[in-house]
Each structure stands twice: as C-alpha cells, then as structure tokens.
C-alpha cells in the first residue's frame, strides 16, 4: 500500500540524539548561524521581516501537520490505523510561535508589533530552553528529531533578527505589547484544559497545554513546585509573571549587548579620529 509505505517512511528511525551531542549541538550551531546570516543578508528589516516570518511560520507548520500525521498514524503491513495522541496536541508554550508567526505575517499595525515582540522575547526565551536543556524532546524517530529542532531552533533564529536588526524596538515597552500576546495564549490553553475535563477526555488521554492544568500531575520544572503550595487560579498569575519575567530578561540582554556593541563602536571611532 502506497500510502503505508509512506507512513512507515515518515517513522523512520534513528539512535535517539543525547543532549550535547553532534546532532543537538549542530542543530543549535545552525540556529544561531541562520540568525545572524539573516542580519547580514537581509538587514533592511522593515522590507524584509514580515516575510521572513512568515516564510519561517509556514515551514514550522509544515513540519507540525508532519508531526501530527506521525503520531496519529501507523501502518503495519496490511491497514493503517488512526489513533491521534492528545497530549501532542499542538498547543503549547513552544507552539505559539508557529500561529504568532503567521498572523504576524499577515497583520500591520499595533497588532502586528505585538506579535514580533513576542517572538523576540517569550519565543527567544522558550527557545533558548529547549536548546539548552533539550531533556526528553528526543526520540527514535528522524523526522521528529529534525522537527523538534526545526520548530525550537527557529525561535532563536527569528528573535536573533528581529532584535539584532532593530525591527522589534530595544526598549522596556516592547515587553509591555509582548505581554498581551502571551495571556491569551496561556487564556487557550486554559479553556483547552478545561474542556478536556468537561468532556472526559482526561479519563482516557493525557492532555495538560501549557501544563497548566489543574487536573494533572504536575510536570512543568519550578512551576510544578508551586502548584503543590498554590490555589489554581494564584499560580496561574504566577506562571504568567515568572515567564513576562524570564521574556524580560531575554529584551534585557539584548539591549546590554547593543550597548556594548555601541560603545566599542564609539570607541574605535574616537581612537581612529585621534590619530
């Protein structure tokens, strides 16, 4: 059958990768490179950055609908069988970037500044976690593994030019318009949980966006810890300030090293005045 061979195709297996090895490490080396050539090839932003966006968007969803079809799907010679795996369900945390992308790509205005701010901070911040800290996102399976990578790696890439090129404003407001973005999706999350447990999906399904949701054990690192100690609809403020703050600081950094960057660059103008 056509399309089980397919199927089996897209399954295809691999050694699972381990953090810091050559397939974490070069996935993550690409990410940044792609970031800065991005800089470097397009640095007209405001002509080229919405594009950009949501060319980065697609592609993300591409290999989302990908993922989706992998994990619903499996052929075993003779049928193929469909069994969707809820809590693969793409709404979480790392998700948003694919849905804020695309609208970004798609909007002007107001809107559309609130959606880039949020890919250069909350979406940099989830990013750089996953890079960093990969933990259980790897598998046996090849596609996923790219995928994984595609869709976190991404994150760094698009945040790197937004805020590198100047399209997304160094300046403490920008977290401001970010904000918004991120209670809304946290706002999804929150009701996806809630209809979930309405319907009884819980019964059978793992289903926990955002891991938020108060009818499951706890799972998110630190955050786990509060829901222990905090009445549900307390540490959901809680969860939303402890990432506005964790976006903050990546708009910080970026901020500290354009000042740095600006200072050398003052300075070796001045030296090369002097002489």
Same mark, same amino acid.
């Given at each position: ?109 107001? &809107? ?29 399976? %090849? ?31 920008? %977290? ?49 810890? &509060? ?12 969860? %939303? ?30 030296? %090369?005045?002097?002489?």
């Amino acid at each position: 059958m056509f399309w089980g061979e397919v199927l089996n195709f897209l399954d295809s297996s691999m050694t699972t990768p381990t953090s810091y090895g050559v397939f974490h490490l070069v996935s993550f080396a690409l990410s940044i490179l792609i970031g800065v050539w991005l800089c470097i090839r397009f640095k007209d932003s405001e002509r080229y950055a919405k594009r950009i966006v949501l060319i980065t968007a697609i592609i993300v969803t591409v290999f989302e609908i990908y993922k989706q079809i992998n994990y619903t799907f499996t052929y075993d010679g003779t049928a193929i069988t469909a069994d969707y795996q809820w809590y693969a369900f793409p709404w979480q945390f790392c998700s948003t970037p694919m849905y804020v992308g695309l609208l970004a790509g798609l909007t002007r205005g107001k &809107v559309h500044e609130s959606l880039c701010a949020y890919l250069a901070t909350f979406a940099v911040f989830a990013g750089v976690c996953v890079m960093f800290y990969p933990n259980d996102v790897f598998i046996s399976t %090849i596609g996923i593994n790219i995928q994984t990578m595609i869709c976190h790696g991404s994150m760094l890439s698009i945040g790197i030019y937004l805020l590198a090129s100047g399209y997304v404003k160094l300046e403490h407001k920008t %977290i401001l318009k970010a904000v918004p973005v991120f209670a809304i999706a946290v706002a999804v999350a929150v009701v996806l949980n809630e209809l979930a447990h309405a319907t009884g999906l819980l019964a059978t399904e793992d289903f926990n966006m955002f891991f938020v949701s108060p009818y499951c054990d706890p799972h998110l690192p630190v955050y786990s810890i &509060v829901q222990q100690h905090v009445a549900f609809p307390w540490c959901l403020i809680l969860y %939303i300030l402890g990432f506005s703050v964790a976006a903050y600081l990546m708009l910080l950094i970026a901020m500290g090293v354009k000042a740095i960057v600006n200072t050398r660059a003052a300075n070796k103008k001045q030296e %090369i005045t002097i002489k």
